[in-house]
């Protein structure tokens, strides 16, 4: 690959090097040509040797955008809830440090709001948990629809969710 590359590279600069020398000794026409031809081909080694080092770093940077993707994507999933869509209480508690670090600036009010379905288990029981889940995801949407900006819905786990407001102060948060 790129190491077979980069001998070939070196070999390639080494033999040029040497019939460069070669042609400032030499003294007949049929050598020069001679050399002239060792030159060309080898010219032409080196074109062919860019071409596959272009394709191969061209093939790896593809590569690296595949998994620039996938980790993405995984990071994605290590932070939503797969029922709701919704952050999850890792990406929440992540939320909230950053939230607290720029409250702990004077004058920067932050709400939490703490919210649990109550009842919820007499739902399962009662309809059965497809019902359940559509109901945790119709609360997941009804909390994320009354929000805006750098305020957050996570799903804690079960039927509780948190709602972190940053810069909210209590009345506003009461609002919410």
């Known amino acids: 690959g790129v190491s077979q590359a980069k001998t070939q590279a070196e070999q390639s600069s080494e033999s040029l090097v040497t019939k460069s020398a070669h042609l400032e000794r030499s003294a007949s026409l049929d050598e020069v040509r001679h050399i002239l031809g060792d ?52 990406a929440l508690e992540t939320a909230l440090q950053d939230a607290c670090s720029h409250a702990n600036m004077p004058a920067t009010p932050l709400s939490l709001l703490l919210v649990d379905i109550d009842h919820f288990k007499v739902v399962n029981d009662t309809y059965g948990h497809l019902i359940g889940d559509k109901v945790i995801r119709s609360v997941g949407a009804l909390l994320s629809a009354n929000i805006k900006g750098k305020h957050t819905v996570a799903r804690m786990g079960g039927e509780e969710f948190a709602v972190l407001l940053p810069e ?9």
Request: no cysteine; aromatic share 0%.
């Open 39 to 90: 030159v060309v081909a080898e010219t032409r080694d080196i074109a062919h040797n860019g071409q596959l080092l272009k394709e191969m770093l061209d093939e790896t940077r593809q590569e690296v955008e595949a998994l620039r993707d996938e980790l993405e994507h995984t990071r994605q999933q290590v932070t939503l809830d797969a029922l709701t869509g919704l952050k999850n209480r890792r």
């Open 168 to 176: 909210t102060p209590l009345a506003n948060a009461e609002r919410v």
